[in-house]
């Protein structure tokens, strides 16, 4: 991803050393560039929760270098396997929804259960939560790749005429640790000389679209627009929207998508209006033991203060507004599912398969044995 015209990945070893992860800072995008160090599992575990790294695989990713540190405190610790046990509880209760969290502490666990020799498991961890991040780049790129034909097909229906592509929260570059889920398709396409432009919902109340998917565009130079929540479906009614892409934060073995808070709706208004409603997601965001989203997959509820107050600039700088009357409750559930009924394809890293557990089934057979 370039920011400022400098190659950056969303998390990456300082100086390729081994002692500090850097981040950039999600909270103060776009006003404000800030690059993070993290030093412990703690630090990491805090950046997941208080989302200065936010979005599936990043959230993964970052996990996972979580646990390469508590190994490195757990061999100064008493005992090193109740360390371990309490750094993998503490970073899976940083939040409850996006399943590559989970994905990603199981790989850990496994390459610490298999190493027979301590003074190997720090570097050998040190190695997985790379090769993690890696592969995660890997995998978005190639989501990117599998993406491309849809935008072209339209493109060459419409005669080189622009294509409109919705997109809800961020699954871009910032959700991952490169490239993006739901936006890597729209880059390929960009960069392929496409004419594409996006709507980007605003995403409330974290406002990742207007803050985050926003920023990115503009420094990759794609045409956007920001709309507020709850212009799409009068977009669609008006032949305004060529398909829409969303990201995900798991999805079951039969093809139920959670994705952020209101995902569904634009699901819903896509169907109504005989468009297209993709999902990009790599392997790591599937939940294959599920089979029912609805009944199965946790919501996280956040705090009233994201619903209450509202983030941006003025001529003094950055600051929080109260936007609601001081003593009205608020409710925050971060994500929704949107049935598999609604969802035109699964935009993978292996290829595009269908909505449902057959297809998927054939997709992901060695995964899903494991
Ligand atoms: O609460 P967030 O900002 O972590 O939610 C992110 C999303 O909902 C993304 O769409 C999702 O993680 C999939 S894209 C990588």
């Known amino acids: 991803m370039r920011i400022n015209n400098k190659y950056y990945r969303s998390i990456w070893l300082k100086d390729d050393a081994a002692d500090v992860v850097q981040i950039i800072d999600q909270r103060p995008l776009p ?11 703690q630090d990491c575990a805090e950046a997941i929760r208080e989302m200065h ?11 996972a270098f979580g646990m390469y540190f508590a190994v490195r405190e757990a061999l100064n ?40 020799d301590l003074s190997l498991v720090a570097e050998a961890c040190l190695n997985e939560a790379q090769a993690i991040a890696d592969e995660s780049a890997e995998q ?8 491309l034909p849809l935008i072209e097909t339209v493109s060459k229906i419409k005669r080189g005429g622009t294509v409109n592509i919705l997109t809800h929260c961020n699954a871009g570059w910032l959700a991952t640790v490169d490239y993006g889920t739901a936006l890597a398709p729209i880059y390929a396409a960009f960069d392929k000389g496409i004419d594409v ?31 507020p929540d709850n212009t799409g479906g009068h977009l669609m009614q008006h032949g305004m929207v060529d398909m829409v ?40 965001s599937f939940d294959f033991e599920l089979q029912d ?35 009205s409750p608020v409710a925050n559930y971060a994500f929704d599912v949107t049935p598999a009924r609604l969802v035109s394809a699964l935009i993978t890293d292996r290829g595009i398969c ?9 997709m992901f057979s060695p995964e899903m044995a494991v």
Request: include cysteine.
């Open 197 to 227: 432009h996006v709507w980007v919902d605003e995403t409330r109340p974290r406002n990742q679209g207007a803050r985050l998917t926003a920023y990115e565009l503009l420094q990759h130079g794609v045409p956007h627009t920001v709309i």
């Open 293 to 327: 989203g609805l009944k199965e997959i946790p919501i996280e509820q956040r705090s009233d203060h994201e619903v209450k107050y509202i983030y941006g600039k003025n001529e003094h700088g950055t600051s929080e507004v109260l936007l609601t009357p001081a003593g």
């Open 31 to 41: 006003h404000e560039f800030i690059i993070e160090d993290l030093k412990s599992m």
């Open 77 to 116: 610790s008493e005992s090193f396997q109740k360390h371990i046990g309490r750094a993998f509880i503490a970073l899976a209760e940083t939040r409850p929804t996006a399943v590559d969290l989970f994905y990603a502490l199981r790989r850990m666990q496994q390459v610490i259960d298999n190493c027979e």
């Open 53 to 63: 790294v936010r979005g599936a695989p990043l959230i993964g990713a970052t996990a």
């Open 140 to 147: 978005c790129r190639q989501i990117g790749l599998h993406g």
């Open 354 to 362: 269908k909505a449902n557990e057959r297809s998927i089934v054939q």
């Open 245 to 284: 892409i969303v990201g995900s934060d798991r999805t079951t073995r039969k093809g139920d998508v959670c994705n952020k808070i209101g995902t569904y709706l634009k699901a819903l208004a896509a169907r109504d209006n005989d468009i297209p409603f993709y999902v990009a997601l790599p392997v790591s």
